[in-house]
């Protein structure tokens, strides 16, 4: 399923560059924005959610339909997993064919700006009329709104965030004679060892019994880089450091586990999740925004004693992966895209930020939202211990090119994992990688 | 041949071997057919049967990801497009078998050549001819069913297919009827379409198990739950916490069925239409 996606997104990545898009246009500046009157606009939004996030998600713009002071009616579309979203951006752009609202990772969004599909939020974010207060921008967490600002623009806006953290089965690591999660990686690699020896005395399937199962995928490796003290770009997001010594200590840790037999790759897609439930796999590495499915899972499985921390850590301070899909303005009408930043700047405010947190799970981006959520910390235990990993977030590239990139590390990790040799392979992938950068 | 020969006089032998290969076949669709009567623990313990059948999964598919409104989209949008590709490959094959005219090897030649390019590579080409339609044209395109039907409309595949059945109809018939008074139009409606009923049925399986099964297309082209078809509904049990593998089995099991009836009911002629158009390995 991602080998199609990824394969439609490079395809269609081709084409767009032969389509004649003019890297170079200037983007879309709003002209008189404290003129503009937002009135009846019509606001298509096109997100990712399905089921209860989706159903939360419509309840929310349902009210704010009902109660805005202009009439704007946002209409919510589901448009397909972030694969298919880039697709038909990138298609629309072409065709001309775009929502006002969507749904985008940095990369994406980035992309998109790139090529005329979205415009620079800042404009709205500081307008009298319009933007924020003074104070009001000071309650955002300020490297969330960072996360979007790229090559000068601000090409999308948080509505949320999440933070890829380390869960582990506490009562197996009392059996093992743990207390504690591993704070290091060399703690990390024996415990993985002792659980593919000693499996979890209520897994129903002792004959597989494993540490830690490793997706072939871009975040999981960043996390592992990110606590080993280095970075897959460098500060100013110009070119990328996938040879650099911390992504090789990482796959070089990964691989003795593989060999050793107390880790492996996952080749089922949630596999980790299913396996953690079932009390066979010590250790897992996922997105804090699971934790509502991974207590059901749990329940329904071996029903064990669990909780989240950061990863094992080789630098003083813990390093945490935090992610998250922004919002971007598209490139419709001047009175359009002021309506949708109404609705976006509306979604942001903390009341309504705690009713999306409740329902997704998700991080909010204001500080103050935390005050009103005072009863969900106390009911979700395991959201708090994540949130207050907040503070040591840490960002993938935000380079255009990184999701051809994602594809490439994907790639690299499988091939330096299943025994290939680690020099050539990630001399090789830097060398794709910054090629990316300068096409 | 030596192969062969050593089969020969052991049948066992060979039942045997088609067996084994039936049972892989068979496994993936009778493991999806036994998750989606799992509960979630069982899909997660990995079990190989459920405890107790959840009848419920089935309900809860249906009704959590609208597949009503979905199965009723697929159904429409697939015999739009059979009807469609049936009359307008019908109609291309029927020249290119039994018409001489200057030319004809070279179109059929780069009709032939189409089968060669990745449906990938023209999907932006598609979407920006749909979108300029949708706009100049007082019809509604995207959102709605001549977008997800009209662009499939023209099968290389199926041409070639009926093509080469209808080179294989003896002249004599067409003699025949040009004696009688029948020309070409008469003649195909008349005479060659009873004839081709087996080609016919196989184009149609094969255009009605595309368009069934079909995601990135009509994601590309619908932005609302009116015209979109079951495998968007499928999606809609994968988030980005995790999947429900047995209400995901159920679904699928719900989006295979029509599938694989339909196999069932041509399946004589389904294999005719194959061996007689020359693509018999």
Known sequence: MHGTTFFYAAVLLVLWGCGGQDASAPPNQPVGLEELDPSGQEVVFWYQHTRERETALEELIAEYNATNAHGIVVKGEYAGSYGDIYNKMVVGIQGDALPSLVVAYQNQAMAYYRDGGVVDIEPYMSSPKWGFSPEERKDFVEAFIKQDFIGGAQVGFPPNRSLEVFYYNADWLAELGYGEPPR??????????????????????????????????????????????????????????????????????????????????????????????????????????????????????????????????????????????SVSLCKTTPQQQLAAWLFIKWFTEPAQQARWVRASNYFPVRRSTARELGDYFEKNPRYQAAYALLDYGKSEPSISSYQQVRRMIQEAMVEIVEGGNIDRALADLQQEANRTVYE | MATRNALRGRPHLVYVGLGVGGFVAALPFVWMLLASFMTRGETLRRVFAPESVQWANYHQAWNEADFGLYFENSLLVAALQVVGTLFFSLLAAYPLA??????????????????????????????????????????????????????????????????????????????????????????????????????????????????????????????????????????????????????????????????????????KEFTEGISMSGLKG
């Open chain 1, 184 to 325: 290091t990686w060399d703690e990390f690699a024996q415990l993985c060892r002792l659980a593919a020896e000693r499996p979890f005395s209520r897994s129903e399937n002792k004959e597989r019994s494993l540490g830690f199962l490793i997706e072939a995928d871009a975040s999981r490796l960043a996390s592992l880089v990110f606590a080993h003290g280095g970075d897959l770009a460098n500060a100013d997001g110009t070119a990328y450091t996938l040879d650099a010594p911390a992504v090789r200590q990482s796959l070089a840790m990964l691989r003795e586990l593989l060999q050793q037999g107390a880790i492996e790759l996952m080749g089922e897609e949630y596999g980790d999740q299913r396996e953690f439930a079932a009390g066979q796999v010590l250790f897992m590495l996922r997105s804090s925004s699971g934790l509502p499915f991974v207590v059901s899972a749990v329940e329904d499985g071996s029903n064990f004693s669990w909780s989240v921390t950061y990863p094992p850590k080789e630098v003083a301070e813990p390093v945490v992966n935090v992610y998250g899909a």
């Open chain 2, 98 to 267: 039994r018409m001489e005219f200057r030319g004809r090897d070279t179109v059929f030649a780069g009709i032939l050549a189409t089968l060669m390019i990745p449906e990938t590579v023209t999907m932006v080409p598609n979407f920006l001819t749909i979108t300029w339609l949708h706009r100049a044209t007082p019809f509604a395109w995207l959102n709605s069913w001549p977008a997800l039907t009209i662009p499939f409309m023209a099968s290389a595949f199926s041409i070639f297919l009926l093509r080469q059945f209808m080179r294989g109809v003896p002249n004599d018939l067409w003699e025949a009827a040009h004696i009688d008074g029948a020309g070409h139009v008469r003649f195909l409606f008349q005479i060659m379409l009873p004839l081709c009923r087996a080609p016919l049925l196989t184009v149609g399986m094969f255009t009605f198990i595309g368009s069934w099964n079909s995601l990135a297309w009509p994601l590309l082209v619908t932005n609302t739950p009116d015209w979109r078809p079951i495998s968007v509904g499928l999606q809609q049990f994968v988030s980005e916490a995790g999947a429900e593998v047995h209400l995901q089995m159920a679904g699928a099991m719900i989006a295979t069925l029509p599938v694989l009836l339909t196999y069932f009911l041509i399946q």
